[in-house]
Each structure stands twice: as structure tokens, then as C-alpha cells.
């Protein structure tokens, strides 16, 4: 992320920082990446038939090559907005115009963030794969690697290298902010609770489905916000030297 320009000088703010982080999106950048990426998924949606008609065998091949490029811009905005946040910015920023990534910055970041995944959960995906259970000590299995991936996804992400990933360095960097990483837990627990109710009264409304992606990506964006605030207020008690 060091291709990102930094944020402006934070000034205080007069809102409390609960409603500061659900109004991060809510800025004109964050809402015209929300509707880029709303559009965007609508489109591929509607000319998939002539995608497929139009390059027949090869069609679907197609559209999932746009799909991942529309996933991987998705996450390279979750990150830059990580990033954005982790040095104090406020609101969802913009994608400097001499800084707009290419695909290969896509495929990296997918990369990146599968490379999390598989550093926090392959001892539930091992455990799994050899019994086949989904037992007690899959579930606690499960709850360690969720536990750590906040921290492995900030650390990957700032230092945008899979050597950030080392487990020592992740265990490490959770005990140095003990107990202010249990609160970020608590917090994500509190907004994931909040994420699935949300989704669950749009489940009962007829609305568009590009309503309901908006609303989800204007909830990603909070998320990692959150995320990169957290290395905002304890960047000393961190010492990445980032």
C-alpha cells in the first residue's frame, strides 16, 4: 500500500468514534466506489447472455475473468481503505488518478488477503480434512483462527508482503495490544451482529439486488475502516516501524 497518497492531517472531530466509523463510507469518494462497483457487477450480470453468445465455448471463461477483476479492485479498496484509515484518515478516500492499479495489483491483493486466510484457518482446514467432523474442537479451531486473522489482515496489508504473515510476529503483535485487540474482537462481534441483522430485514424487503450489494460494500468499507483505526491508536504499542 505504499503506492497510496497519505490522508490529510486529522483534525478532531466533534462526532463519538462509533459514529465516526459508520460514516467513514459516507463520504463523495466512498459513495462513488460504492456505485463503480455496484454498476459494474450489474453490467457483467446483464451482458453475461452476449458474453456467451458472443465468444460461445470461452463466454463463461470471460466473464469470470471480469468477475475476479471486479473482485480483485473490491479488495484492493478494502486494503487501500485499511491503509487510509491506519494513518488517520476519516472518510473513505480516492484513488489517486497516476495511482490507479492494474490488474496485476488486483491478483496480488486476492492473493494477499487467501494468503490470511490460509495462515489463520489451516489447522480448522487440516483438522476437517482428515476427520471430517464438525465437532467441538472443530468450532474452537475455527474461533483461534478468527480470533487472530483481524491482526494477520492489518499486518498483511500495511506491510502488503506475505512476510508479515509469520504466526510468531501475529502472536506477538495481539499480545502487545492485549487488551485492546479483545476489544477489537468485541467490536467486529458487536458489527458482524449487526451485519446479519441488517441483511436478514433486507431479506424480508423486495428490494433490488444492487441495493442490498451497496448496502454490503458500504458495510466492508466500515469493517475495514475499523480495522485501520485500530493501528491508528496503537501504532506505539505496535512498533512496526510502518
Not at 492473493?111 to 482428515?130: D, E, K, M, N
Not at 489482515?153 to 503483535?173: C, K, M, Q, R
Amino acid at each position: 500500500m505504499k503506492i497510496l497518497e497519505d490522508p490529510p492531517l486529522e483534525v478532531e472531530s466533534k462526532l463519538p468514534w462509533f459514529v465516526e466509523v459508520l460514516v467513514y463510507p459516507a463520504s463523495l469518494h466512498g459513495l462513488i466506489q460504492i456505485g463503480i462497483f455496484v454498476v459494474a457487477y450489474l453490467v457483467v450480470d446483464l451482458t453475461q447472455p452476449i458474453m456467451i453468445a458472443v465468444f460461445r465455448h470461452y463466454g463463461q471463461v470471460v466473464v469470470l475473468g471480469l468477475r475476479i477483476l471486479l473482485v480483485g479492485y473490491v479488495t484492493f479498496y478494502f486494503g487501500y481503505c485499511i491503509y487510509d484509515s491506519s494513518r488517520g484518515g476519516r472518510r473513505a478516500p480516492n484513488i489517486a488518478v497516476h495511482h490507479v492499479p492494474d490488474k496485476g495489483d488486483f491478483v496480488s491483493q486476492i492473493g494477499l488477503i487467501l494468503g490470511c486466510v490460509a495462515v489463520c484457518f489451516w489447522p480448522v482446514g487440516l483438522y476437517y480434512g482428515f476427520t471430517e467432523r464438525t465437532d467441538s474442537a472443530f468450532w474452537l479451531l475455527a474461533a483461534c483462527g478468527g480470533f487472530f486473522f483481524p491482526m494477520a489482515l492489518l499486518a498483511g496489508i500495511l506491510f502488503d508482503a506475505t512476510h508479515a504473515l509469520n504466526p510468531i510476529f501475529i502472536v506477538v503483535s495481539v499480545l502487545r495490544t492485549f487488551f485492546a485487540y479483545w476489544a477489537l474482537i468485541l467490536s467486529f462481534c458487536v458489527f458482524g451482529g449487526l451485519v446479519a441483522a441488517v441483511f436478514w430485514i433486507l431479506s424480508n424487503i423486495p428490494i433490488l439486488s444492487f441495493v442490498s450489494s451497496a448496502v454490503g460494500l458500504y458495510l466492508l468499507l466500515v469493517a475495514a475502516h475499523l480495522l485501520g483505526r485500530f493501528y491508528w491508536w496503537n501504532k506505539y504499542k505496535l512498533n512496526w516501524g510502518l
